[in-house]
């Protein structure tokens, strides 16, 4: 029923930049929060950032400013634009969705893997030193 697919990663040079995209389908795209996640070789899975009714969008502050997390009703696609890249980014890259009447639950952690319903395949990107 609910699609999300990633995509846009890929091998890139450190210092570069690459923007991923997730598109979704089966869901009503505006009623959902979005989230980004990323996963290393034999780490946990680490959250990025999230961006909800197209005004919030909170990230970690591990990544020192710079991703960003924009979002296109229209095409129901959400990005994470990547800068700066290091070897330490390389990662398999995930989107999550939530419903925003979950997300407005008491207790909900939005950090949390356990608090997404929804996930992409994943889409791997490697920066080279």
């Known amino acids: 029923q609910v699609q999300l697919v990633e995509s846009g990663g890929g091998l890139v040079q450190a210092g570069g930049s690459l923007r991923l995209s997730c598109a979704a389908s089966g869901l009503t795209f505006s009623n959902y929060a979005m989230a980004w996640f990323r996963q290393a ?22 990544l020192e400013g710079r991703f960003t997390i924009s979002r296109d009703n229209a095409k129901t696609t959400v990005y994470l634009q990547m800068n700066n890249l290091k070897p330490e980014d390389t990662a398999v890259y995930y989107c999550a969705a939530e419903s925003q009447r979950d997300v407005l639950k008491t207790g909900w952690d939005f950090r949390s893997i356990r608090e997404y319903h929804y996930w992409g395949q994943g889409t791997q990107v490697t920066v080279s030193s």
Not at 46 to 52: D, P, Y
């Open 41 to 62: 070789p034999g780490k946990e899975r680490e959250f990025i950032g999230i961006l909800w009714m197209g005004v919030s969008t909170l990230y970690s502050g591990s």
